[in-house]
């Protein structure tokens, strides 16, 4: 009887833990599983509460920047301001039955427009060099257009060639000083 009681003993003991650990072990690794998902979250919630705590700071210094980049980008000059100048320039030639040749800013003041903070109260210039070709009064109307428009401050050369028999058409060159910002056109 004590051999049955011990083999019925060690049956039911190995079942036991048969069945233990056919029921622990998924278990377990379930647990260990949900551990390391536990400890992610943490650290997730760690890193969030981080970066909510450096977001004011970094809100801050992102409108510090922005604020920064527009005062810098007001105090440039606007590149928009040349383009209106040489469309009115182009604009008016072809009214008065001129062809526009060439349009030639100089290459050192554009650079320097780029590279300088203007002052408001000292607009900056700019030496244009149009080169036309046409007849001789359309040419005429044009530089009287010129002198009458706001941004005209001056004649820096006149140039009119044409071929010595005057079979080719006649080309003219002028070159003249232009306040930036003032192409508002004159009637």
Not at 54 to 75: G, K, M
Not at 158 to 179: E, H, K, R
Request: hydrophobic share 45%; aromatic share 8%.
């Amino acid at each position: 009887m004590k051999r049955r009681l011990a083999l019925y003993s060690g049956i039911a003991l190995t079942l036991l833990v048969v069945w233990s650990l056919l029921l622990y072990s998924p278990l377990g690794k379930e647990l260990a599983s949900a551990r390391v998902r536990a400890q992610q979250a943490k650290q997730q919630i760690a890193e969030f509460r981080r970066i909510m705590a450096e977001l004011p700071v970094y809100l801050q210094t992102h409108r510090s920047l922005e604020q920064n980049r527009t005062d810098i980008n007001e105090a440039l000059y606007a590149k928009d301001d040349i383009l209106q100048l040489f469309a009115l320039i182009s604009n008016r030639a072809q009214a008065l039955n001129l062809k526009v040749l060439e349009i030639t800013p100089p290459v050192e003041e554009l650079l320097l427009l780029n590279n300088i903070m203007p002052n408001p109260d000292k607009p900056p210039f700019l030496n244009l060099t149009v080169r036309l070709r046409g007849g001789y009064s359309n040419f005429g109307d044009y530089v009287a257009f010129l002198e009458s428009a706001e941004f005209f401050r001056g004649v820096n050369i006149c140039q009119i060639t044409t071929s010595p028999d005057q079979t080719a058409p006649t080309d003219y060159l002028i070159g003249f000083q232009a306040l930036l910002g003032q192409t508002e056109e004159t009637s």
